[in-house]
């Protein structure tokens, strides 16, 4: 298991910027291959696909709708995944959650990741 605790999260304007940090310990990081997801899911509404990165940082995936907006990025000397927001939205709107997966294929799917953070709420005021 991995544990991981997400930060970052606040109350910003539409057009702002947010970076969020996620920190991992406990099983190994990097050298077993965690791939990392960022999910988010507002009120009402279900678990959402945002962006994740292969545990070696080469590949990664984005949600159509914060494609050239948001970046996903990992130190493994830190232990951290971030994910950088630019150009925020009203619709961004939601509690940010980071995710790990130790399975050789990067997916999008919530239900292959198995170990998760508390989340943080990220809103975007118009």
């Known amino acids: 298991q991995v544990q991981l605790v997400e930060s970052g999260g606040g109350l910003v304007q539409a057009g702002g910027s947010l970076r969020l940090s996620c920190a991992a310990s406990?099983?190994?990081?990097?050298?077993?291959?965690?791939?990392m997801g960022w999910f988010r899911q507002a009120p009402g509404k279900e678990r959402e696909f945002v962006a994740a990165?292969?545990?070696?940082?080469?590949?990664?995936l984005y949600a159509d709708s914060v494609k050239g907006r948001f970046t996903i990025s990992r130190d493994n000397a830190k232990s951290t995944v971030y994910l950088q927001m630019n150009s925020l939205k009203p619709e961004d709107t939601a509690v940010y959650y980071c995710?790990?997966?130790?399975?050789?294929?990067?997916?999008?799917?919530?239900?292959?990741?198995?170990?998760w953070g508390q989340g943080t709420q990220v809103t975007v005021s118009s």
């Open positions: 995710a790990a997966d130790f399975g050789l294929v990067l997916t999008t799917t919530a239900s292959r990741y198995k170990s």
């Open positions: 406990g099983r190994t990081f990097s050298g077993v291959g965690a791939n």
């Open positions: 990165i292969r545990w070696s940082g080469g590949n990664t």
